[in-house]
């Protein structure tokens, strides 16, 4: 059994920050990426950043220059900053993580508001 638990989510104003934690536990092997996704209400989840066990790191053209992905320092944990927050920022934040044998899981997600 494998859990993710994601925390850091909140109510912020526009050009504001949040980090995001996520923190994977369970039977986990193998040399994992991980990443963060999110969904807006009425739109379909899409990546936001993703970064590899050899920790290189991908972003949607969004956000790119305003959200930094990192590891951190225990196994399986990942953080998302993000800076200079837009109201379109909004939705719930999912951590993913993707096992090098072919099986993803996810958390069940922290909801991110900014508002204008």
């Known amino acids: 059994q494998v859990q993710l638990v994601e925390s850091g989510g909140g109510l912020v104003q526009a050009g504001g920050s949040l980090r995001l934690s996520c923190a994977a536990s369970?039977?986990?092997?193998?040399?994992?990426?991980m990443g963060w996704h999110r969904q807006a209400p009425g739109k379909q989840r899409e990546v936001v950043a993703a970064i590899t066990s050899g920790g290189a790191a991908v972003y949607a053209d969004s956000v790119k220059g305003r959200f930094t992905i990192s590891k951190g320092g225990a196994k399986n944990t990942v953080f998302l900053q993000m800076n200079s927050l837009k109201p379109e920022d909004s939705g719930v934040y999912y951590c993913k993580l993707n096992q090098d044998n072919g099986m993803n899981y996810w958390g069940k997600g922290t909801l991110v508001t900014v508002s204008s």
């Open positions: 369970g039977s986990i092997s193998g040399r994992n990426g």
